[in-house]
């Protein structure tokens, strides 16, 4: 199971829709690692900037599968990943188990940096044997 949805969360969800403020409380208690990461690299993003690459990413392999889980948990999902993408006003990107980055959100997609770091070639060169089973 992704998310720990909350009897009051169900009972909204049946009712009609959810605000993404309560999606986004869900998905940050149900998700701490990849909430935390994804927090972490937008506020430098926001804050000390890109430092002229357009972009912050991780490449720090998660501590544990539990966290490592979470992560493909989150990005995997389009409800999750929108909700993160809005909540902290970023696009995400994702290369594997670890390699994360955060794009500002009015121009990633029509940024060079983020075609490229999405690119099939991207993929292929950041693999790794070591991240054959990450």
């Avoid at 208690?29 to 927090?39: E, F, G, I, N, T």
């Avoid at 995400?92 to 959100?105: D, G, S």
């Avoid at 999405?118 to 292929?124: E, G």
Wanted: charged residues 25%.
């Amino acid at each position: 199971m992704s998310l720990d949805v909350s009897p009051d969360l169900l009972d909204a969800a049946e009712r009609g829709e959810v605000s993404d403020e309560q999606f986004a409380e869900c998905v940050r208690d149900s998700l701490p690692y990849a909430w935390r990461m994804v927090s972490d690299l937008s506020t430098r993003l926001h804050v000390d900037g890109s430092g002229g690459t357009g972009f912050v990413d991780n490449t720090t392999p998660p501590p544990d599968e539990t966290a490592r889980g979470q992560l493909l948990r989150a990005l995997a999902s389009d409800a999750i990943r929108g909700c993160l993408e809005r909540h902290f006003g970023v696009r995400l990107a994702f290369q594997n188990c670890h390699r994360v980055a955060v794009f500002p959100a009015d121009t990633a997609k029509d940024s060079e940096v983020y075609s490229r770091f999405t690119s099939v070639r991207a993929q292929l060169l950041n693999q790794s044997p070591l991240l054959r089973d990450c």
